[in-house]
């Protein structure tokens, strides 16, 4: 099957177990599934929200307040309060008093609890009257029609998708610019200008919300599994396309949620992961209940789902999830097994040989790894020598071969030794014989190609200032896709044949946007002491020839967490700051993602999770010192674990900044753990069922 590897917008979708999967950590390991490498791009996420966004930092509190002369030729200046309007009327809420939960010895009130509850009509008019109070602050806004036009402007680009080689045709997605969802197309040949759509996920819903998640290709390149997600949920609904009608087949799969998908090499079915106790109508967007008790099982195509074969399950252990990926021969399924978002997992593996291609009940597994002591990722195999990279004795990874049928570690080979200063994020196998290795070097990417046999380094690509967001390749192809991106690149695809004595990358697609010059823009790259002493990098981008100072507008941005790294990419909301406003966007890459590998990683999570709030809070005052902005002129932004870090931060030190967008925080750090799939967090956060972590928690 196709293997790819995709990066979202603002955060990184890497290989980093064994299949891939959507998953719960935001860490999708990439080999039998693609995900929409264009999806973050699209109009209803990006667009309007980054209107939203760059219109809330006019609070009448929290003011950014940038030059009157700006590359758009609009003024941003004013408020949209007036001063006799500088306060508003927050609606006011009950306040349920008796809620008081004793954690640990402690009293801890939590007055708005029935708020977990989205369904329920109290929960419902709370939303429809922030979004009242909300619409009404950004349409006051003297220049919100411009911005608007000018964030919709920088939003219409075409948008191109790594290619896959897929039985007669050469599939990639493409985006023209402002539509909901890239769409798939094909055509007969790499270099061939005709084409013909082949799935819109556009046509999926009238309202755009129904998107496509992932995609798996049969072996013989016939038949297309792929999942969609309705209204943004979680859970995914699949079905299965084939090439040579374009039309769907019969098959429909429901409760599926965080999993994989990995056909066959007969073509006769796929491996996915289900929550059989869950009911159809659970299995929606609002649900909010844990995600316990996944199971692995087996589809045979053109058979209804309640026939499907449960092929392995973890009763003794709800929690750990079980995503598969087929071997590049076929003959082995593996399994890697997570508990958490932590980098370790099990691993196990079965010869399909031994079952005849006749899936009907639990499979043979061979535990190969069971004691979720390290990361194990298989690469590839030949015959029953597996390559795989772990961090087992080597925080930054390494490739070891060992061979199954003789798995005790003194038979082991060593054949990428670790490097000691760089993360290796991901390898793969491509052309038979080769390896590709992608090393995260002071937050760029770094991708090398080796021997698979010997594994002496064979070609060094030259990136530059720039991240990998997207590879795809086969075994058994020499074709080999990846794209780049940077913070003034919106992407360049390029092919090359790494059969041949000389590495020589060809554009494929070169991706512009007709409203934003990559060569009127900088990206300088700094390190900054936090208050430990330990030297954190952040990047800087800003027009050519700007004149910064204390009155420069400043976005600063950071993730730092669940081994996430921030490297270099393309943002067209962020592109909208740097018109609009004329001023910088800086991209902090503090302790807790993997810039740096497990030991970065580590100095930012669990008992060290201050880390991260000081490295970020540390930032804006390498900002303030070097003068390139100043408090006023400050936001801060981050989604998800960086939604928490901007909420910390605006609470540690509000003086710092002037306006904060925490998008989706983790803000709840005592309850996280009981809905959907947060006990996965815990990794990263620790439990607050556990009195230690709960007093890291607490502060």
Partial sequence: MWWTILRGNCRVVRSQRLAVHQSPCNRSPSRSVSQNPLSENNRALSSSSAVSSFCLLKSSKSVVTPPTRTLSGFSCCSSPLSSSQNTMEYPSFR???????????KQI??????????????????????????????????????????????????????????????????????????????????????????????????????????????????????SISVGGSDWRIVKVRDAASKEDL?????????????????????????????????????????????????????????????????????????????SDDGHYAIMGISRSCESKNALWFCDLRKVNGNIR???????????????????????????????????????????????DKANWKVLIPENPKYYLEWATCAAHDKLVLHYIEDVKSAMYVHDLSSGKRLHTFDLGCSAVMQVSRKKKLSQFF???????????????????????????????????NPEDYETKQVFYPSADGAKIPMFITH???????????????????????????????????????DGIFAVANIRGGSEYGEEWWQAGSLKNKQNCFTDFQAAAEYLYKEKHTSPK????????????????CCNQRPDLFGAAIPMVGVMDMLRFHKFTIGHYWTSDYGSPDQAEDFEVLIK
């Fill in 250 to 326: 019969v098959d429909h799969l429901e409760r599926v949620k965080f999993s994989c998908l990995s056909w066959t090499h007969d073509n006769k079915g796929f491996f996915y992961n289900m929550y059989p106790e869950v009911t159809t109508n659970q299995a929606i967007g609002t649900s909010t209940g844990s995600d316990y008790n996944q199971k692995l099982y087996y589809h045979h195509l053109g058979t209804p789902q309640s026939e499907d074969v449960m092929c392995a399950e973890f009763p003794e252990n709800p929690s750990w999830k079980g995503s598969v990926s087929v």
């Fill in 633 to 648: 002129k400050l936001v801060i932004m981050g989604g998800s674990n960086g939604g928490l870090l901007v909420g910390a």
């Fill in 361 to 407: 009940g639990i499979l043979p597994w061979v535990r190969l790894f069971e004691d979720f002591d390290a990361e194990y990722d298989v690469i590839t195999n030949e015959g029953s020598l597996f390559y795989i990279k772990t961090n087992l004795d080597a925080k930054n990874h390494r490739i070891i071969v060992v061979d199954v049928e003789n798995p």
């Fill in 482 to 516: 990846y794209k780049l991106q940077s913070f003034t690149n919106p992407g360049t695809v390029y092919i090359c044949d790494l059969a041949k004595p000389t590495l020589e990358p060809i554009v494929f697609r070169e991706i512009k946007s007709p409203s934003f």
């Fill in 95 to 105: 306040r349920d008093a008796a809620v008081v939960d004793d954690l640990h010895g």
């Fill in 543 to 581: 027009r050519k020839g700007l004149i910064v100072n204390e009155e420069t507008p400043c976005l600063l941005y950071a993730y730092g967490g669940f081994h996430i790294a921030v490297q270099p990419y393309f943002s067209a909301r962020f592109a909208s700051f740097l018109q609009a406003f």
């Fill in 109 to 226: 009130a939590d007055p708005y609890r029935w708020l977990e509850n989205p369904d329920s009509e109290e929960s419902k008019d709370f939303v429809e009257k922030q979004n009242l109070i909300t619409n009404k602050y950004l349409h006051a806004y003297p220049h919100y029609d411009a911005l608007k036009n000018l964030v919709t402007k920088l939003h219409d680009y075409p948008r191109y998708g790594s290619p896959d080689l897929e039985g007669d045709y050469v599939y990639y997605m493409f985006n023209s610019g402002l539509q909901n969802h890239a769409v798939i197309y094909r055509q007969k040949s790499i270099y061939d200008t005709a084409n013909e759509v082949f799935f819109d996920p556009n046509t999926l819903s009238e309202d755009g919300t129904t998107s496509l998640s992932a995609t798996s290709w049969s072996e013989d390149g016939k038949l297309m599994a792929y």
